[in-house]
């Protein structure tokens, strides 16, 4: 079985400082890893996805995220968030050879000026 | 490409009442999906499709039908809504049945069931 736990539900952030949104995963076999995000009123779109080799995966707008196989983890990362990153962020696990993802509940990211 | 396509983006429906949400993708993708969005709760996977004929359960599939008789078309029937059906509600499509393939997510419909 594969679950997936988002630590924190919301995160507030001033402008230009750093974030770390937290995702814990669940399974005993090979995992591919996803980080989605939803800005007001849309849809979900890929952010990174983990699916092999560098732990340390690069995506769009600046974010990055690095798999932790011992922990469990895969952290999303950007070092300095602007207002536009303002969105809700859902983390997703795949894991052995299943098609079928499970969701996060999703990070809700506030950033204030 | 248009992408993934969802129509209506709002509904307002009474308890009882039947409708279909439609869900189109012009990328020829196999496997299609969809999700119901509720605050604090993510997305749960209501039906999915790997192909043209071929449907199956997800994780909240009780008063959804759906069908998927083209690569194209992926509808989602409610026979007889119920106010505990309102939500925000996604159609997804990915090229195959692969685990590490991204999903594309359709703009979503807003259902209000009264």
């Known amino acids: 079985a594969q679950s997936v736990t988002q630590l924190d539900s919301q995160v507030p952030v001033f402008e230009e400082a750093p974030v770390e949104l937290r995702c814990n995963y669940s399974s005993s076999v090979s995992v591919y890893l996803f980080w989605y995000v939803q800005y007001p009123n849309q849809g979900l779109q890929l952010l990174l996805k983990?699916?092999?080799?560098?732990?340390l995966v690069k995506g769009i707008n600046g974010f990055e995220a690095e798999f932790n196989k011992s922990q469990t983890s895969f952290h999303l990362r950007k070092p300095s968030v602007h207002i536009s990153d303002t969105a809700e962020y859902f983390c997703?696990?795949?894991?052995?050879?299943?098609?079928?993802?499970?969701f996060g509940r999703g990070t809700s990211l506030i950033v204030h000026p | 490409n248009a992408g993934v396509t969802q129509t209506p983006k709002f509904q307002v429906l009474k308890t009882g009442q039947s409708m279909t949400l439609q869900c189109a993708q012009d990328?020829?993708?196999?496997?299609m999906s969809w999700y119901r969005q509720d605050p604090g709760m993510g997305l749960r996977l209501i039906h999915y499709s790997v192909g043209a004929g071929i449907t199956d359960q997800g994780e909240v599939p009780n008063g959804y039908n759906v069908s998927r008789s083209t690569t194209e078309d992926f509808p989602l029937r409610l026979l007889s809504a119920a106010p505990s059906q309102t939500s925000v509600y996604f159609c997804?499509?990915?090229?195959?049945?692969?685990?590490?393939?991204?999903?594309?997510f359709g703009p979503g419909t807003r259902l209000t069931v009264l």
């Open positions: 983990y699916l092999s080799g560098s732990t």
């Open positions: 997804a499509s990915r090229d195959a049945a692969g685990g590490g393939d991204t999903q594309y």
């Open positions: 990328m020829n993708h196999e496997y």
């Open positions: 997703a696990v795949c894991a052995g050879g299943s098609y079928i993802p499970t």
